[in-house]
């Protein structure tokens, strides 16, 4: 069942909006013990694996209710600017609905992956010479001028449905966790899920709220920095994004729930993601790997406080937004590659370290 079905009540949809679903949504809550063990006892670390939805990244959650309403409203066209899972998703959900897709990319920045899906999908796919920030800019005066609809998160359809993703972590748990942590780039993620923790607590589905955790790339913290990057860097690039469209709503979110947005640097993050996958057995993406590497800086400084209660064990929940495949290049190039040996078993028992 995708996240319209499951969660019509709390969606801006009615019996005549055309569902356009590829079922997305109900992706696992994984338990992360070598995770938990860093932050210390009395500690419970889950990861969120939105990697597993059908393009591979959470952007399906909100893409499924843009593309719904834009067929509803009888749009032809959507359009996005994107790092490379929006487009990814965009053109995914406009081939399922049978209209045109229209993408703008940073020229050189995207991952392999999701460059492969926007063009299998059929979008016509433009790479500009500039950034993300300079391609959003763009695509917003394309839709008032165009007949074509925006389905990046200025359009509050995707907010909407990516805010499911905290109705199942409640589900899950049977509550909200006590901490949320996940990357924050164009920072329309960390507003759907506080404005989910909000509405399921509004509606008596739970009795508490998380303590917001959000993370930028130390090369493009705008929100940290508290000042406009212009020329944002990280090998995070689904984060790598200078000037957030969401940018005050982030600030509430902290500010409303105690939280913090704080950085991370490219090293932190990669190492948090070889960790996720040769310790926890989880690829994730490197951007997604903000949200761990936030979370283990916080524990080393102390931020979690002591819970000596082994039975009320304290929840933290980290979103891995995107699938570790989708930027392949990445894990190769941090790891060593292989050298071929000839078909001899004793020379390959050697290679093996047996
Ligand atoms: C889009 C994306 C982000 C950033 O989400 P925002 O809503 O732009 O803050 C993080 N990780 C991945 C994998 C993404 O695709």
């Given at each position: 069942m995708g996240?319209?079905e499951?969660?019509?009540e709390f ?5 005549k909006?055309p ?6 949504g ?5 338990k ?7 932050v ?11 990697g597993?939805?059908p393009?591979?990244?959470?952007k399906d ?7 719904s309403k ?7 066209a959507?359009?996005c ?9 965009a053109?995914?959900?406009?081939a ?9 990319i940073?020229d050189?920045a995207?991952?392999l ?6 063009l299998?999908?059929?979008?016509k ?9 300079q391609?959003?800019?763009i ?8 007949p074509?609809?925006?389905v ?5 359809y995707?907010?909407?449905g ?6 199942e ?11 949320h942590s996940?990357p924050?780039?164009n920072?329309?993620n960390?507003?759907?899920y ?10 008596g ?6 303590v917001?955790?959000g993370?930028?790339a ?14 944002p860097e ?5 984060i790598?994004?200078g ?10 979110a902290?500010d409303?729930?105690g ?10 993050i990669?190492?948090?993601y070889k960790?996720?996958?040769d ?7 490197p951007a997604?790997a903000?949200s ?10 102390g931020?979690?406080?002591?819970n000596s ?15 570790g ?11 060593e590659?292989?050298?071929a ?14």
């Amino acid at each position: 069942m995708g996240i319209i079905e499951r969660y019509r009540e709390f969606l801006p949809v009615t019996d005549k909006t055309p569902v356009i679903t590829l079922e997305e949504g109900s992706t696992p809550l994984i338990k992360a013990d070598p995770l938990s063990d860093i932050v210390g006892k009395g500690y419970r670390v889950w990861l969120k694996f939105e990697g597993l939805n059908p393009t591979g990244s959470f952007k399906d959650r909100g893409m499924t209710v843009a593309v719904s309403k834009a067929v509803e409203e009888g749009s032809k066209a959507v359009v996005c600017a994107s790092t490379g899972n929006t487009s990814a998703s965009a053109a995914a959900y406009s081939a399922r609905a049978g209209i045109k897709c229209v993408v703008i990319i940073p020229d050189g920045a995207i991952a392999l992956g999701k460059l492969a899906q926007a063009l299998i999908h059929g979008a016509k796919v433009i790479a500009v010479r500039g950034n993300f920030d300079q391609a959003l800019l763009i695509v917003r005066e394309m839709s008032e001028k165009y007949p074509i609809t925006l389905v990046n998160s200025v359009n509050p359809y995707r907010i909407d449905g990516q805010k499911t993703g905290s109705f199942e972590i409640c589900d899950i748990l049977g509550k909200a966790p006590e901490y949320h942590s996940l990357p924050v780039g164009n920072a329309g993620n960390i507003t759907a899920y506080w404005k989910g923790y909000k509405e399921y607590r509004e509606r008596g589905k739970s009795r508490s709220l998380p303590v917001m955790m959000g993370f930028q790339a130390a090369g493009s913290a705008p929100i940290v920095e508290k000042r406009i990057i212009k020329k944002p860097e990280t090998i995070a690039t689904a984060i790598k994004i200078g000037n957030p469209a969401s940018w005050k709503t982030a600030e509430e979110a902290r500010d409303q729930s105690g939280g913090i947005i704080d950085k991370v640097t490219d090293d932190e993050i990669l190492e948090a993601y070889k960790f996720l996958a040769d310790r926890v057995g989880v690829f994730a993406e490197p951007a997604s790997a903000a949200s761990v590497a936030g979370i283990i800086r916080k524990a080393r400084e102390g931020y979690f406080p002591a819970n000596s209660d082994p039975d009320n064990k304290k929840d933290i929940v980290c979103v891995l937004t995107g699938h570790g495949l989708k930027d392949p290049d990445r894990a190769i190039k941090c790891l060593e590659t292989p050298v071929a040996v000839d078909p001899d078993l004793k020379e390959i028992i050697k290679k093996a370290g047996l």
